[in-house]
């Protein structure tokens, strides 16, 4: 039997990054309203970063947000760096890649194990599953921790690394610490291996919707720090173009930012990036794809998640083979010094939930005069909506409770991180 | 004795010092787990919970409509404990109070500067009593550890009085003066184990200042190593904004 009358009000959806709600209003059998509502304080990064010199931009854009502060980091550097003409040495190139890995490990790690899995199982979160899967839990906690720990050898401490800077680290690994990366990638690997034993059983919903897929792009290479702009709808453009892209935009009836391209919305992220990307995975990330039944190209937003789980495969892979580089270079500090201009770059990378940009404008003392961060969350919150929109009318015939699990379920699946939410977006529609 | 009931609460902050609170190992967090029962923490888990004993909160206040939920958070919680710099001394959050509220809502959503809502960003203990604070950015997870095992055991929370400086001599660091470096560990809290200096790094503050900081001294010390008045105030803005006091140039 269908419910023709549903109101749904989730406050504060749990397991998320940040705070945000979900609204539903079904009357007589019609959608009248759907919306994934962002209530988290404004933050108002941009105009803290006013008049800083480049040295404190990083340490300061890299507390936006605790999981992806590795992540703000390297996209400010990098913008930093387009802006003053930097070019990065090839150590700092991988050092780079072992910090993000370590930021993959730690998101991705607590998103699949502790944020997404325990709907599947039907628990209300990690805790009740301490004592029936406890195996689990252990090897969730020790791969999470692994990620906390490659940002603490690379960066200097957990989150909001002490030793990146503009153009070069102030600190290198020693070997012994690169070895200790390498073993535990190793073992996190046959970890992963066990852990996918339990994605396998997990009844993913049978939904799709296809989408406008944007990610970062570089062929032969499954990219996350370096390319060009890459949509599955018209192709590659340069990053300097972020702003062709994500096209913030008004509508009539709500005064804040949404992200748009070629269609009223476009999906960033793990799934985004399988889509665009996956031929360059890893040969055991593509193999874990193919047990884990992900395809390219898949629609089905719910299987975020899976590709999350592909991805820490490739990750361990690119990061053993980048630290074993390093092992056999003579790492060294190297200088940080540059002539300074009034410039203006853009830095885009893939951070765990999708592709981020940082815009900077500097004056000739290399103090920042305008910057601009457009996050993956918000670029991604007018899909999830549009994803709600056509999933909620087929699903009306289940209870209120399952309906709304399997809402907040989606929501969850895209891993929201809205603290990072720079520009907050207010999403409305009525009538969908 | 029955375990004691810890929420964890966020306002306006990145969240990473709750992602660092569970920085532990599987059986570090077992334990913990034995001798505390989570009631609510909703980056984590779905549980909530209207009763609590001790509530650790994260984030600055930085609207005025999240007091009630505060206020409401001190009346149920015996104990109420700060988690992180945000919440202790206000921390980056502070940075924006340097400009109006009209500049900063122009500057990033000009197309409708008044649709958020935002006010002076407040540490917790500017509205509410606290109890004990675990200060950093992010917090330290052993110092999380220590201060809610000693709360548990109903003793003294035991955070440093003493400055950054003492556990960088106790590591044998070169100091950074010495490298041409200017860093605030002579007037900041210790408690991180002096791990930015030791990493290449310099201390800006994250954890504050020590109960009877010698800023004149301080100012001082940077001006002779070549750091102009302005510059020194800038790098007391990034953590420290709270006291407005130590800086001369801005105010």
Redesign the interface.
């Known amino acids: 039997m269908s419910n023709n009358n549903v109101k749904i009000n989730v406050n ?1 959806i ?5 705070h945000g709600n979900i609204t539903i209003d079904v009357s007589n059998g019609e959608l009248k309203e759907c919306k994934l509502h962002v209530v988290e ?8 970063l ?1 008049g ?2 480049y040295n ?1 931009v990083g ?2 854009v890299c ?5 992806c ?1 590795a992540g703000h980091m390297l996209a400010s550097l990098k913008a930093s760096e387009d802006a003053f003409g930097i070019t990065i040495s090839d150590q700092e190139r991988k050092l780079r890649m072992l910090l993000n890995c370590g930021e993959f490990f ?1 998101s991705h790690v ?1 998103h699949v194990y ?2 997404a899995v ?1 709907d599947f199982v039907g628990a ?4 009740p599953l ?1 004592n029936t899967h406890k195996d689990t ?2 090897q969730a ?2 791969l ?2 692994l990620g ?1 720990d490659i940002g603490n050898i690379i960066g ?5 690394s ?2 990146m800077n503009v153009k070069a ?3 290198v690994p020693t070997k012994k610490e690169l070895e200790e990366i390498i073993s535990r990638l190793k073992d996190a690997k046959k970890e992963i291996a066990i852990g996918a034993n339990i994605l396998k059983t997990l009844k993913i919903p049978d939904f799709e919707r296809e989408t406008e897929y944007i990610s970062l792009y570089k062929p032969g290479e499954y990219t996350f720090l370096e390319g060009s702009i890459f949509s599955s709808d018209s192709g590659e453009t340069s990053y300097k173009n972020y702003r062709e892209t994500t096209n913030e935009y ?1 509508v009539d009836h709500s ?3 949404r992200a748009k391209h070629k269609r009223n919305s476009y999906m960033v992220g793990a799934l985004a990036r399988f889509n665009n990307n996956n031929q360059w995975l890893s040969d055991d990330a593509k193999q874990m794809a193919h047990d884990l039944g992900l395809k390219a190209p898949c629609y089905n937003p719910y299987m975020i998640t899976v590709a999350q789980f592909v991805e820490l495969v490739h990750m361990a892979d690119d990061s053993i083979k980048t630290a074993e580089e390093l092992l056999n270079m003579n790492l060294e ?1 190297e200088d940080r010094t540059f002539p300074l201009k009034a410039v203006t770059g853009v830095g885009a990378i893939e951070v765990p939930r999708g592709i981020l940009f940082h815009e900077y404008s500097y004056n000739d003392k290399g103090h920042l005069e305008k910057a601009n961060c457009i996050i993956p969350t918000g670029q991604n919150l007018e899909n999830i909506e549009n994803d709600m929109r056509k999933l909620t009318p087929t699903i009306l015939d289940k209870t209120k409770e399952e309906i709304t699990l399997m809402l907040e379920m989606l929501v969850r699946a895209y891993d929201p991180c809205i ?1 990072c939410s ?3 977006l ?1 999403v409305k529609f009525i009538n969908a | 004795m029955p375990k004691p009931k810890v929420a964890f609460f966020d306002f306006t902050c990145c969240e990473g010092c709750q992602l660092c609170a569970l920085d532990l190992t599987a059986e570090q967090l077992l334990d913990l787990l034995a001798v505390i029962d989570i009631v609510e923490f909703r980056e984590a888990i779905s549980e909530k919970s209207d009763s609590f004993d001790i509530a650790i909160v994260e984030g600055s206040i930085t609207r005025d409509s999240d007091i009630p939920r505060l206020e409401k958070i001190r009346k149920t919680a015996n104990l109420l404990i700060c988690l992180g710099s945000c919440s202790c001394i206000v921390g980056i959050n502070a940075l924006k109070n340097f400009q109006k509220t009209e500049e900063l809502q122009n500057e990033v959503y000009p197309d409708a500067p008044h649709r958020y809502e935002t006010s002076v960003a407040r540490a917790v203990d500017e509205i509410v009593k606290v109890d004990a604070i675990i200060p950093g950015c992010p917090i330290n997870t052993l110092e999380f550890v220590k201060v809610v095992k000693n709360l548990v055991l109903g003793k003294d929370p035991d955070i440093p009085t003493y400055p950054v400086c003492i556990e960088c001599k106790k590591k044998e660091n070169i100091c950074v003066y010495e490298k041409g470096i200017h860093c605030l560990g002579p007037v900041i809290r210790a408690g991180c184990g002096a791990i930015c200096p030791e990493k290449g790094g310099y201390c800006f503050g994250c954890r504050g200042l020590v109960p009877d900081p010698n800023l004149d001294s301080m100012r001082e010390i940077m001006n002779k190593y070549n750091m102009p008045y302005d510059q020194i105030d800038d790098r007391f803005k990034l953590f420290l904004g709270r006291n407005k006091e130590i800086l001369q140039d801005v105010q």
């Open positions: 504060h749990t397991r998320v990054e940040g304080a404004p933050r108002f990064f941009e105009a803290m006013k800083r010199h404190d340490l300061i507390r936006i947000c605790g999981i502060s730690e607590l502790f944020l325990p209300k979160s990690v805790l301490v839990v252990i906690l020790k999470k921790k906390h200097g401490r957990l989150i909001h002490i030793s680290v102030s600190k008004l005064t804040a930012k500090v603290s720079t520009h907050l207010d």
